[in-house]
């Protein structure tokens, strides 16, 4: 080993020591701030299972509102195409959750159809109270729908 090696070989243990050192640390990046800041804040799910809008959310006009719904719509009836994890991937992203961060979403189907149908139920609300034209939800979803989404017309001003 050449000392150019050997000096390249210090340098990186000393490195990699400094970083042991200080677990969890990352130096200040200003990309990561803003990604931070433009973060949705508030909303989610409650106890009871009920989504509330987050802040961005309550902030869309009716066309946005209007496909977003649409496009939850869409993959929600495509619920029976998808492949069911198999137990064994289900038990180890759950084991792995943990030790590595992750989402739940995609291990229970049924799960992710009620918190899927809460949100657009907020989200229908939404539409609603900025006298916009909302979705039957019911009939959008019922079994062998295959019609594209629409929304009814919207609620006549008094």
């Known amino acids: 080993m050449s000392w150019r090696h050997a000096a390249a070989l210090a340098i990186a243990i000393a490195v990699s020591a400094c ?3 200080v677990p969890g640390y990352q130096p200040p990046d200003p990309k990561l701030e803003r ?3 433009a973060a949705p804040k508030g909303g989610g799910f409650d106890e009871s299972g009920s989504y509330n809008l987050t802040d961005q959310e309550l902030e869309l006009d009716c066309k946005r509102l209007s496909g977003s719904i649409t496009v939850k719509i869409i993959q929600m009836r495509d619920t029976d195409n998808r492949a069911r994890p198999s137990a064994l991937a289900a038990g180890a992203q759950a084991a792995a959750r943990p030790l590595v961060g992750g989402t739940v979403y995609g291990q ?4 992710d159809l009620r918190r899927d149908r809460a949100r657009l139920d907020a989200l229908n609300r939404q539409l ?6 909302a979705f039957d939800l019911d009939a959008e979803l019922k079994p062998g729908n295959s019609n594209s989404p629409r929304p009814l017309k919207a609620p006549k001003k008094a």
């Open 19 to 21: 970083a042991a050192a």
């Open 128 to 133: 609603v109270a900025k006298a916009c034209p």
């Open 35 to 37: 990604i931070k800041a």
């Open 108 to 111: 229970d189907v049924a799960a």
